[in-house]
């Protein structure tokens, strides 16, 4: 079956949600919203068979098996709403800017019995899998500390650096750890002329001693996109960034000398975003969610409130 899909937002992050649902097999764009003719005129080149619209609501909703909101973070309660009022929502990170808009949109899912995602693209990618499986077999021992540098991205003026770069790295934390921290501090303060804080420096303390830490930076003249898990056995260093190696095993067998052996470790390097959409399409076949349950959405958003 193929489900027809509502994108709501066609600016900056719409074009590549775009693409990797026109890539799917599980997916078409039925109709593309924007309230900028620019950006509309742009979506009909692209995508000439999808319907446009200035206003989502005049959309006939009995078509449409998924909204996706890639809209202004202010817009995204609003907008999320309503349309899981009719049918499945998957909404661009992050979900919302406070726990009380996020726990009523997880109330509204469960009543109207739609499925609400949201874009953590980096926790359906090949590297993030690999990881899970590191930690899960214990094969480098126990995880002793990560450290994580997230620097350049597009100032914004909606959310600042935390919810627009942190949530990434607290996104693949609950989902790799499954768990809050237990100890949260952090620095956050603007390094050129922002409405928002444009650098944070995060600790978390989780339990087991598990230490970790994290850099996010708008302000960067290079693209830092790199997380590194320190196990008892190795150093695993992963970076989104390159475009085949993103994994680096540095694993060593003496304890009291540094000499490491590095690994190359082959990974899925399908697009997060496409198998992200792939995931949305199997769950909504098989009328399961499992990534998206046990609080995973107000946990994350309770852990970006207190930092």
């Not at 995602?117 to 930690?135: C, H, Q, T």
């Not at 975003?273 to 349950?293: A, H, M, R, V």
């Amino acid at each position: 079956m193929i489900y027809n899909v509502v994108l709501v937002g066609y600016g900056y992050w719409g074009p590549k949600l775009a693409r990797n649902i026109q890539n799917s097999n599980k997916f078409r764009i039925h109709s593309i919203v924007d309230t900028s003719k620019k950006n509309l005129e742009i979506a009909k080149k692209n995508f000439p068979l999808s319907k446009l619209y200035r206003d989502y609501q005049k959309i006939n909703n009995d078509k449409i098996d998924l909204a996706i909101i890639s809209t202004p973070t202010k817009f995204h309660f609003k907008i999320a709403d309503y349309f899981l009022n009719f049918t499945n929502v998957l909404v661009e990170k992050p979900l919302a800017l406070n726990l009380r808009d996020v726990l009523l949109l997880e109330k509204k899912a469960v009543k109207s019995k739609k499925k609400l995602f949201v874009d953590y693209p980096f926790i359906f990618s090949g590297s993030i899998k690999y990881i899970e499986n590191l930690i899960n077999s214990r094969k480098y021992g126990k995880l002793l500390e990560i450290e994580s540098f997230r620097e350049q991205a597009p100032v914004r003026k909606d959310a600042d650096v935390v919810w627009d770069l942190g949530v990434h790295d607290i996104s693949i934390l609950r989902y790799l750890l499954k768990s809050k921290p237990i100890k949260i501090q952090s620095l956050k303060y603007n390094t050129i002329k922002t409405s928002k804080k444009d650098t944070a420096y995060i600790n978390l303390k989780f339990k087991n001693d598990l230490k970790v830490f994290i850099k996010n930076s708008w302000i960067s003249p290079i693209k830092i996109r790199i997380i590194k898990f320190k196990f008892e056995k190795a150093i695993v260093i992963c970076d989104e960034n390159e475009p085949i190696y993103k994994l680096k095993i540095y694993s060593r067998n003496n304890h009291s000398k540094p000499n490491y052996k590095l690994e190359l470790p082959e990974i899925d390097l399908s697009e997060p975003l496409f198998n992200l959409i792939e995931y949305i399409g199997k769950s909504i076949q098989d009328n399961k969610n499992p990534i998206f349950k046990n609080n995973f959405n107000a946990d994350i958003t309770k852990i970006l409130e207190k930092i």
